[in-house]
């Protein structure tokens, strides 16, 4: 019986999908460090789901899952023309073929490229750059570049515009232009760190 009814279970619940879902739903910014290779058997459309990726010099990446009789299943064909052409997105998806490190940079697929022994310090680096940003403004900014592709720049504006007015924004904004005024370096988050 259990068996049965692992099979009626939506393909969905029993492959990585539970886990893009929560990386495209977490509040704050997911960053993947690429150590290695990004494939159809390691990882690639795990990594673009995230919203910043860094390789080392020596990564290779790529969309291989036609080489293995498959297609993207895991948010590839919905991330990867985001990030690059469409024309470009077809063409990697379609032959399965790595691209090295720089050819990721060249094309939008990776934000960065590091010497494979200070990956991981340049990705804790992006995080503590963007964990010194005010919260909520990550927060919404996060959650509104995914949004701005259903919308026209009249319905992103206005969305955008209503998240600035909300009175949670208030302190951040006093303080980011009481830094501004005052020519130093803005502190945010206090109510986080308490």
């Known amino acids: ?12 619940a029993r492959v990585p999908w539970p886990v893009t879902k929560r990386l495209v739903l977490c509040r704050l910014p997911v960053i993947a ?10 990882g690639a459309d795990l990594a673009l789901t995230c919203n910043g990726r860094l390789a080392p010099t020596k990564a290779k990446m790529g969309e291989t899952y036609v080489k293995l009789g498959l297609n993207p299943s895991n948010g590839g064909t919905y991330f990867l ?12 998806a379609l032959t399965g073929d790595l691209v090295d490190a720089a050819r990721a940079l060249s094309i939008g697929l990776v934000n960065s490229i590091a010497k494979p022994d200070a990956l991981i310090a340049e990705a804790l680096a992006l995080a503590a750059q963007i964990a010194e940003r005010p919260r909520l403004a990550i927060e919404a ?21 209503w998240a600035v007015a909300a009175p949670a924004y208030i302190n951040d904004l006093r303080e980011g232009l009481a830094a501004a005024l005052e020519k130093r370096q803005p502190v945010y988050n206090k109510g986080d760190k308490e």
């Open 141 to 161: 900014t996060k959650q509104r570049l995914p949004q701005s592709w259903q919308m026209d720049l009249a319905g992103s504006m206005n969305t955008s515009c």
């Open 81 to 92: 023309p985001r990030l690059v052409s469409s024309g470009l997105s077809a063409d990697l």
């Open 1 to 12: 019986m259990a068996r049965h009814a692992r099979e009626q279970e939506p393909y969905k």
């Open 33 to 42: 460090a690429i150590n290695g290779g990004a494939t159809a058997r390691g």
